[in-house]
């Protein structure tokens, strides 16, 4: 499923993987969330309700990586990199930004996101 993300003037487009935790997602869009800034390295939010199961937890990450934090439950995007992994119980790939996720980082401290559906 395509997905875009908006953040003030920033448009992103995005895909989601075909997982069962990634379709639950979906199911919550679209959706607005006040993403906050952790690390200097992703936005993070908490979602309204936890997500189902399903995507494989691991403890990497890329930029432009969509994921989902089951202890928040959170969802957040990485817009750099900084070489440390992420602590148990990892995370779960919800998709990915085509190109362009390092513009998040104009956006210190929080910044209101809208995901939505496309096509």
């Known amino acids: 499923m395509r997905i875009r993300l908006t953040a003030g003037e920033t448009v992103l487009d995005a895909t ?5 935790t990634a ?7 679209p959706l607005t969330l006040r993403m906050n800034d952790l690390f200097k390295r992703e936005k993070y939010a908490h ?3 936890p997500l189902a199961a399903g995507g494989e937890p691991r403890s990497s990450y890329e ?5 989902y934090w089951s202890p928040g439950p959170d969802i957040a ?7 440390q992994s992420i602590p148990d119980p990892g995370i779960t ?3 990915q ?7 998040l980082k104009q ?3 929080t910044v209101d996101l809208t995901i939505e559906a496309v096509g």
């Open 16 to 20: 989601l993987d075909d997982n069962a």
């Open 63 to 67: 930029i432009g990586d969509i994921v």
């Open 23 to 29: 379709r639950d997602f979906a199911s919550l869009l």
């Open 47 to 49: 979602l309204p309700r």
């Open 77 to 83: 995007i990485f817009y750099d990199h900084d070489g």
């Open 93 to 95: 790939v919800l998709g």
């Open 97 to 103: 930004i085509g190109s362009g996720a390092e513009a």
């Open 107 to 109: 956006y210190e401290g």
